[in-house]
T-cell receptor, first 114, second 111 residues
Framework: DGGITQSPKYLFRKEGQNVTLSCEQNLNHDAMYWYRQDPGQGLRLIYYSQIVNDFQKGDIAEGYSVSREKKESFPLTVTSAQKNPTAFYLC?????????????FGPGTRLLVL | GNSVTQMEGPVTLSEEAFLTINCTYTATGYPSLFWYVQYPGEGLQLLLKATKADDKGSNKGFEATYRKETTSFHLEKGSVQVSDSAVYFCALRGTGNQFYFGTGTSLTVIP
């Protein structure tokens, strides 16, 4: 089955610690995205990548970093500089540069601060 | 620029009631429009889409029509079920790879 997997489902971070959220897709999509979702709020774009080895900051990139070394993988690191990381993180992918194509979402990772 | 404005929630309806969730957009060019649904603790799933003016997207009894003249894409369902309880997001995609989402509308259907 094609799709997007995110791991872990729950992640706990201690103060001052960096943590990495995994996102893998086997849909052969060029574009991948990371969103943050806070309770009762919409999706806010953190980073997106249109091709391998290239990515752009979204609206709330501060305190986060990404890499895109392989087409199928787009990990997100939440650094210690992100002072309020508790949220639900969603990864998505889409076929590149076709405005008729939808995004496909992973099941999400919930990050909690200890 | 591109943006989506969505009806504030939460919305509570009785089973078999009629549902409308309003969505209006601002966009340059000719965007595609989408409705996504999110069940508790899960990612978003595509519910329906429309890619040009006057197109009607439909799925699982839900419908939405792309209205260029009113820049709207309102979601409707004639008879909601308890299983429709979820959060609904309106979104648009322009010429680039970015998607623009509304803030989401929470729907609760009571038996």
């Amino acid at each position: 089955d094609g799709g997007i997997t995110q791991s872990p489902k729950y992640l706990f971070r201690k103060e001052g610690q960096n943590v990495t959220l995994s996102c893998e897709q086997n849909l052969n999509h060029d574009a991948m995205y990371w969103y943050r979702q806070d309770p009762g709020q919409g999706l806010r774009l953190i980073y997106y990548s249109q091709i391998v080895n290239d990515f752009q900051k979204g609206d709330i990139a501060e305190g986060y970093s990404v890499s895109r070394e392989k087409k199928e993988s787009f990990p997100l690191t939440v650094t210690s500089a992100q002072k309020n990381p508790t949220a639900f993180y969603l990864c998505a992918s889409s076929i590149g540069r076709n405005r008729e194509e939808t995004q496909y979402f992973g099941p999400g990772t919930r990050l909690l601060v200890l | 620029g591109n943006s989506v404005t969505q009806m504030e929630g939460p919305v509570t309806l009785s089973e078999e009631a009629f549902l409308t969730i309003n969505c209006t957009y601002t966009a340059t060019g000719y965007p595609s429009l989408f409705w996504y649904v999110q069940y508790p603790g899960e990612g978003l799933q595509l519910l329906l889409k429309a890619t040009k003016a006057d197109d009607k997207g439909s799925n699982k009894g839900f419908e939405a029509t792309y209205r260029k003249e009113t820049t709207s894409f309102h979601l409707e369902k004639g008879s909601v079920q308890v299983s429709d309880s979820a959060v609904y997001f309106c979104a648009l995609r322009g010429t680039g790879n970015q998607f623009y989402f509304g803030t989401g509308t929470s729907l609760t259907v009571i038996p």
